[in-house]
């Protein structure tokens, strides 16, 4: 808990919404300090308190029966009134650009997906613009630092913790998925983890949608270096495989250290990607887009098989990990894996060892994950392929 000395910011308000049980509420938000600055808002840590203490009492009640995602967000000391830490994004509330932010937060309910506890809407002083608050719960770090810290070192995220990482990241795309949710916009910065517990939450859901079939959506999202191919060629039939794309690219730099393809424009991303993959096929652009006019990128970049390529550049990564991007990392989008098979596929195999343990980062103490811990919904949707996380 931070001390009382050191906040940035408080004030009171009479409309905080709880999520789960939609009831609204005044309540103490004492900011601490700015922890994410983002292209459409900014992320401050805070703790919040109910004014009213019997509504205080009501809450740790709840807490107490629907603490069920093992990682609790409210402070430990009972005698507290503080909730939190919890991390407060803050973004305009009215933009040309419809964010579905909240309405997603407030449907997903998975251990690998950040968690919204309280959402309001206030009225900057400074401004007098509407901004909407989401109140999720607050992790340590993201992807993006802990691939930094240590690349400094000159080392790589360790593998297990990168098994588990990677495995909870595919989980949380099985569940999304299943529910035609698209993230779109998948990069390290947007992956919340907590290196102590090796525990790994996705967050910025401000690009997120429900793909429908045959229903447009615009090409122009995802960050560049993570843009599905199909996305740059401007596909507006894609589906929720752009994520597993992202996903690819995720896992390539967690191995590289750096992002796999760094295209310095839009369009010559896909050159980037052509110098593993190979020229696309016209299938591709068939496919994807009859109407793309940009550069084919017809011309072989390199010598010898597309895996020998890959070993190339993964020239320091085990062979499991090489096959599992090589199933990922394919032009066309309904050959690329799915998270199920991800799920499934033998770089897995030492998570799913009865006495898998894991030093979290600093700690010579091993802890145990548990990963595997499905709901019945993520079991139907891994359907026949769930006993092979039963057998253990
Ligand atoms: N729940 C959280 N706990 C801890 N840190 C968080 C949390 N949510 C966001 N952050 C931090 O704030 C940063 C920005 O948040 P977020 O990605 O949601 O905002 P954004 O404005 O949509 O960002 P961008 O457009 O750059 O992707 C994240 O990269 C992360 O470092
Ligand atoms: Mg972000």
């Not at 909407?132 to 992790?139: D, K, R, S, Y």
């Not at 970049?301 to 062979?319: A, H, V």
Request: aromatic letters at 12%.
């Amino acid at each position: 808990m931070p001390q009382s000395s050191n906040f940035i910011n408080e004030y009171s308000l009479p409309n905080v919404v709880e999520n789960k049980s939609s009831r609204s509420s005044k309540m103490t938000i004492r900011e601490y300090k700015r922890i994410g600055e983002g292209a459409f808002g900014t992320v401050v840590e805070a703790v919040l308190k109910y004014d009213d203490p019997n509504k205080q009492q009501q809450q740790q009640d709840n807490e107490n029966e629907n603490n069920t995602n093992g990682y609790s967000s409210t402070s430990s000391s009972s005698s507290s009134e503080w909730l939190g830490p919890f991390a407060i994004k803050r973004v305009p509330a009215q933009t040309e650009y419809k964010s579905r932010e909240l309405e997603i937060l407030r449907f997903v309910n998975h251990p690998n997906i950040v968690s919204l506890r309280f959402f309001f809407d206030k009225t900057s002083s400074t401004d007098k613009k509407v901004y909407q608050n989401l109140v999720m719960e607050c992790l340590p770090s993201n992807l993006q630092s802990e691939i930094k810290y240590y690349r400094q070192s000159k080392y790589t995220i360790p593998y297990p913790h990168m098994k588990a990482y990677t495995f909870q990241l595919a989980r949380a795309m099985l569940y999304l998925h299943g529910y035609g949710i698209s993230h779109r916009d998948i990069k390290p910065s947007n992956i919340l983890v907590d290196p102590n517990t090796v525990r790994l939450k996705i967050c910025d859901f401000g690009s997120a949608k429900k793909l429908e079939p045959n229903q447009p959506s615009v090409s122009y999202i995802c960050s560049r270096y993570y843009r599905a191919p199909e996305l740059i060629v401007g596909c507006s039939l894609y589906t929720t495989k752009i994520d597993i794309w992202g996903l690819g690219c995720v896992i390539a730099e967690m191995f590289l250290g750096k992002p796999i393809f760094q295209g310095q424009s839009p369009e010559s991303q896909l050159k980037e990607i052509a110098k593993l993959l190979g020229p696309p096929p016209n299938s591709f652009f068939f496919k994807s887009n009859p109407h793309y006019r940009g550069n084919m990128y017809t011309t072989k970049l390199f010598t010898g098989s597309i895996e020998d390529r890959f070993k190339q550049i993964f020239s320091n990564s085990p062979p499991d990990a090489i096959d599992l991007l090589m199933k990922i990392l394919v032009y066309d989008p309904d050959t690329r894996a799915s998270p199920r098979r991800v799920l499934i596929h033998p770089f897995f195999d030492e998570l799913k060892h009865k006495d898998f343990k894991v030093f979290p980062r600093g700690s010579n103490v091993q802890i145990e994950l548990n990963l595997f811990n499905f709901s019945d919904y993520e079991l139907e949707l891994l359907g026949s392929l769930k006993d092979e996380f039963l057998k253990k």
